[in-house]
């Protein structure tokens, strides 16, 4: 049986990658902040044959992640991490501060209690949540840009740390997927996708252990160019974007 762990699980992509990988043969280990949501998400993956477990948990809290992984660890090896959990928008700098420690903090939170155990084991995979933001900083919305390209440059960095180790690391960016996230948004957000199918296209793209799960192809494209400009060329042409909305 295999073991995947999945925070951020109780709306949007984590929900759908939850579904996405519920069957019989799957011990699913969710987390979420909202308890509600979170068991209506187990309910349907119980409901597709998977063993369930959850926990109510904030992906900041440093020492209660790493006892949640550490035991989730011990009663089954984890072959799948999926850093997902995430937060959106606001300004100012308690808001700013509070998206770096959930969107940057919460992934060092669930790669580092389980990374040294996968070493030994020399098997597993990590998957941290980054986001096609995370090509180009964004002045409608600094500290989600950043956050996300210090995930995205962090993942890239540890990926090459672990070659040969037989621990996998794939940086998943995905564009405009639905969430509670772009529930919020009230711009017009090009190439939008269905969590449901994103969370297909992750699948596939670690099992195929890609280093970079970019998508939709237009959208990878465009983080791609937006990567390569000029920085000053780039803020110019970013700057007319309009600002998320905080969660």
Not at 1 to 7: A, D, G, P, V
Not at 148 to 163: D, H, I, P, Q
Not at 186 to 212: C, H, N, T, V, Y
């Given at each position: 049986?295999?073991?995947?762990?999945?925070?951020g699980a109780s709306s949007g992509i984590g929900a759908a990658l939850a579904r996405e990988y519920a069957a019989p043969d799957v011990r699913l280990v969710l987390s979420g902040r909202d308890e509600g949501r979170l068991d209506a998400v187990a309910i349907a993956c119980r409901d597709a044959g998977a063993d369930v477990e959850t926990a109510v948990l904030d992906v900041t809290d440093t020492s209660a992640m790493r006892a949640w992984i550490e035991a989730v660890d011990e009663r089954g090896a984890i072959d799948i991490a999926i850093a997902n959990a995430g937060i959106s928008g606001g300004g100012g700098e308690e808001a700013d501060r509070r998206i770096f420690d959930i969107n940057l903090g919460g992934v060092l939170n669930t790669v580092h209690p389980v990374l040294d155990r996968m070493t030994a084991r020399k098997a597993g995979t990590l998957a941290l949540v980054s986001s096609i933001a995370g090509n180009r900083g964004f002045p409608s919305a600094p500290?989600?840009?950043?956050?996300?390209?210090?995930?995205?440059?962090?993942?890239?960095?540890?990926?090459?740390?672990?070659?040969?180790s037989g621990v996998t690391v794939c940086v998943i960016c995905p564009g405009f997927v639905r969430s509670r996230i772009t529930d919020k948004n009230?711009?017009?957000?090009?190439?939008?996708?269905?969590?449901?199918?994103?969370?297909?296209?992750?699948?596939?793209?670690?099992?195929?252990?890609?280093?970079?799960i970019s998508f939709p192809?237009?959208?990878?494209?465009?983080?791609?160019?937006?990567?390569?400009?000029?920085s000053g060329l780039g803020t110019r042409l970013m700057s007319g974007l309009p600002e998320k909305r905080p969660d």
């Open positions: 049986m295999r073991t995947i762990l999945i925070t500290a989600y840009s950043a956050s996300k390209a210090a995930v995205l440059a962090y993942g890239e960095a540890l990926r090459g740390r672990l070659r040969g009230d711009f017009r957000m090009p190439f939008f996708m269905e969590a449901d199918r994103a969370a297909r296209i992750i699948r596939r793209g670690l099992s195929a252990k890609q280093a970079k192809w237009p959208m990878r494209f465009v983080g791609w160019i937006s990567r390569a400009l000029p």
